[in-house]
């Protein structure tokens, strides 16, 4: 049961730490049509921003500055790459930001090279906040958890309750009007692609000193940040909140409990056979959770685009 | 070249309003006659030059790189019939050829099987495979083209390129498999000992599956996946399901992704994990767009021109999936159409009889754009020393030129190249824009 309670904080922190990365994805995607391949590279430039900043002026300066940095880069590449690709349609969009993911890494390996960068969790959050039976939970979960749900939070309320939000929600389904009403639409689309690219930076920031600031950091979370929004349904907020959490829980509890799949196939009646050497079906047999833990999500993915290709909680399909 | 009447060339069911606006004086629209010795020359030459090829470049690394262009160049135009004919865009791609790959392998392992048959027919199982794999995957990724064809094909993709580390009776785990292609039955002799004689089995395979596929995009299938990527709505009121001309190509496309790995197999004697992750189905995506998806050669050329740059720039400098990755980036912004279409741009050029009035503009034009771009390259070149270079090692060679990468000179050097390179490139390329519209306008003084 304890075990239970400190799998349920894990798999929340990974969740939520998906959910501001598939967040601003879903938001993109919504309003542009298109999937931004780059958008983890982002969350791993704010990474290293942060790191740089937290050099000079302590890691708080580094969480309140590089996020916005990596907004104006983000606000910059949609002003001056994706709005000069779109006249060339959807799939060389695509391909651009696939390109720009590519581009990044590169310049980050160029700029700080190649091994893991030593951006470690500020002092004042390097202890234990409490314990469960004699698990320690530390602090800076607590605070990723805090940071995560203000930021949804924060988000809901723009988007729903202020005017801003409004214009932004009207903009996203009907764009044509919008403009014939007066309002900035290449701007607003300017605004949101910053925005989103910034809590992607934001994410960035606080997952770096956990999950490590090294180049490859976008590539391990960028697949499964698309598979994300993808189960969510495309352009859904809550269906990305809702499948952020059921992957970062069934990824975390998928490695913690040693389920064998000869267990399984014996409690279905299968019989084990013999000698599994010569068997072509041995590394079946020996399968276990922690194993295939890192690639559940996808196929929970390629289910849901089979039996319910719009995600759970889309509307349109594509 | 034979002309026709055109109007017999029409095909039934065309309307008979383009019949009349169709003027047998304009070559434009003249349906293309089939003269055979038109259809048939770049092939012969194509072949010609294969086989010429291992005479004028002797040596053995030569031969590898040849080897690896095929490859790719098969790979990529098994990539294009999706991307350019098809408009479906595929993150995963590598997997079907490297199933074929190791399907091909596993044969290569079974040696009472292997040896009964020639190696020269050995891709075809690798295709086959390939095939077997798309048609799987096909059966439900094909319902949409689009964001959500990508996305299946990365998650599958993804999928795959995960199970090789899992699944280690098939895919080998991490250090992948390896088998001999020697133990096949000899093929009229040849056992392929030699690197040449795996080239010209390459070449071979090249030549007949670039000619397939070309076959292919003639037929009615393939010409309905091109209606199906321009307008799937209307292709359906046509009375095509789009779904079902989706998946042939994609079929097609694996199959012929197959063969590629087969010759993958048979050119290096190993697969591992790395032909089927994601990076691979990146790269040849790169490949086939820098080359151009809007022309059935352009995957060819970008295939050469990729695999040339990786293997030349990587021997010189640490930094060349950065430049690939510039290149790639401004193919996509600035040149959609890839080398191809920058060729195809000319054609006009050409029929008009005016090319020779853009080479000054083009020299006086490009040259300093490439000076400029030098003196940038050096630039990065020298920060990238300067940041990641061992200490006491300021020592460096960009261009044929060995300096100390600390003192000030160098930089102020290559800084005033750059500016001065591009500088003029920027002066120059208005006349350099006058010149090309004056190139492209019938008649005029001239």
Not at chain 1, 262 to 274: Q, V
Not at chain 2, 191 to 217: K, P
Request: charge should be neutral; aromatic fraction near 12%.
């Amino acid at each position: 049961m304890d075990l239970i309670l400190v799998n349920l904080i894990d798999g929340l922190v990974t969740g939520l730490l998906l959910f501001m990365l598939s967040a601003g994805l879903t938001l993109i995607f919504s309003m542009m049509g298109v999937l931004n391949f780059a958008h983890a590279s982002f969350y791993m430039l704010g990474a290293y921003f942060a790191y740089q900043i937290s050099l000079a002026l302590g890691f708080w300066m580094g969480l309140l500055i590089a996020p916005l940095v990596v907004g104006v880069m983000g606000a910059g590449v949609e002003r001056y790459g994706l709005r000069r690709v779109h006249q060339y349609g959807h799939v060389p969009e695509l391909i651009f930001t696939f390109g720009l993911a590519l581009l990044i890494e590169e310049l980050v390996q160029f700029i700080w090279g190649k091994n893991q960068l030593p951006y470690a969790i500020p002092d004042a959050l390097n202890f234990t906040a409490f314990a469960i039976s004699g698990n320690s939970i530390p602090a800076y979960k607590i605070f990723m958890i805090f940071i995560s749900i203000s930021i949804f939070i924060g988000l809901l309320y723009v988007l729903t309750k202020t005017r801003v939000g409004m214009i932004i929600q009207a903009a996203l389904s009907y764009p044509r009007t919008v403009e014939a009403l007066g309002h900035n639409v290449p701007l607003i689309f300017m605004g949101v692609f910053g925005v989103g690219t910034a809590l992607a930076g934001v994410a960035g920031v606080i997952a770096g000193p956990v999950l490590g600031t090294f180049p490859g950091m976008a590539f391990v979370l960028g697949s499964i940040v698309f598979v994300t929004i993808v189960i969510g349904g495309l352009g859904s907020l809550w269906g990305a909140l809702i499948a952020s959490l059921l992957i970062g829980w069934i990824t975390t509890f998928a490695k913690s409990y040693n389920i064998e799949m000869e267990n399984i196939l014996t409690g279905l009646g299968i019989s084990k056979p013999e000698s599994l050497d010569d068997s072509i079906f041995r590394d079946f047999w020996s399968l276990t959770s922690p194993q295939i833990a890192d690639i559940l999500p996808y196929i929970l993915m390629v289910l849901i685009l089979i039996f319910r290709p719009a995600g759970l909680f889309g509307k349109r399909s594509s | 070249m034979t002309v026709s009447d055109p109007r017999t060339d029409i095909p039934k069911g065309a309307r008979p309003k383009e019949q009349i606006t169709t003027d047998p004086s304009k070559p434009a629209q003249r349906m293309r006659s089939g003269s055979l010795v038109l259809t048939l020359a770049p092939w012969v030459i194509a072949s010609v030059v294969l086989a010429i090829l291992p005479m004028v470049f002797t040596n053995n690394s030569a031969l590898t790189i040849m080897n690896q262009m095929s490859i790719t160049i098969v790979f990529a135009l098994a990539y294009n019939m999706l991307l350019g004919q098809g408009g479906m865009l595929s993150f995963g791609h590598a997997v079907y050829a490297g199933v074929g790959g190791f399907a091909c392998m596993h044969i290569m392992n079974m040696s009472d099987f292997f040896s009964t048959i020639p190696l020269v027919i050995l891709p075809v199982f690798g295709g086959l495979f390939g095939m077997g794999l798309a048609m799987i995957v096909g059966a439900f990724s094909t319902r949409n083209a689009g964001t959500v064809f990508a996305m299946i094909s990365l998650g599958v993709g993804e999928l795959i390129a995960a199970c090789s580390v899992i699944i280690v009776a098939f895919f080998g785990g991490e250090e992948g498999i390896s088998g001999d292609r020697t133990y096949a039955q000899p093929f009229f002799g040849v056992e392929f000992l030699q690197q040449i004689e795996v080239y010209y089995l390459t070449a071979g395979w090249v030549v007949i599956s670039a000619a397939l596929m070309y076959l292919w995009s003639r037929t009615p299938v393939g010409r309905m996946a091109n209606a199906v990527r321009d307008n799937p709505e209307r292709a359906e009121f046509l009375g095509y399901s789009s779904r079902w001309v989706r998946f042939y190509s994609f079929v097609a496309s694996g199959f012929f992704a197959g063969v590629s790995g087969g010759l993958f197999a048979i050119n290096y004697e190993i697969l591992t994990e790395e032909n089927l992750n994601t990076a691979s189905s990146g790269i040849i995506l790169l490949v086939t767009f820098l080359g151009g998806v809007g022309f059935f050669f352009g995957p060819i050329i970008g295939a050469i021109a990729f695999t040339l740059l990786q293997t030349v720039l990587s021997l010189s400098t640490e930094l060349w999936a950065f430049y690939a990755g510039v290149l790639f980036l401004s193919t996509v912004m600035f040149f959609p159409g890839g080398l191809a279409g920058l060729l195809m741009m000319h054609v006009p050029v050409f029929k008009l009889g005016k090319a020779s009035t853009l080479i000054m503009p083009y020299l006086k034009t490009l040259l300093p754009a490439a000076i400029g771009l030098m003196g940038l390259a050096a630039l990065v070149e020298m920060t990238f020393h300067y940041r990641h270079g061992a200490t006491g090692d300021n020592e460096m060679t960009v261009f044929w030129t060995t300096f100390d990468s600390h003192t000030l000179m160098p930089w102020l050097v290559a800084g005033a190249v750059a500016l001065i390179g591009l500088g003029i490139a920027r002066a120059t390329a208005p006349a350099l824009k006058d010149a090309w519209n004056e190139a492209n306008t019938a008649g005029g003084a001239s």
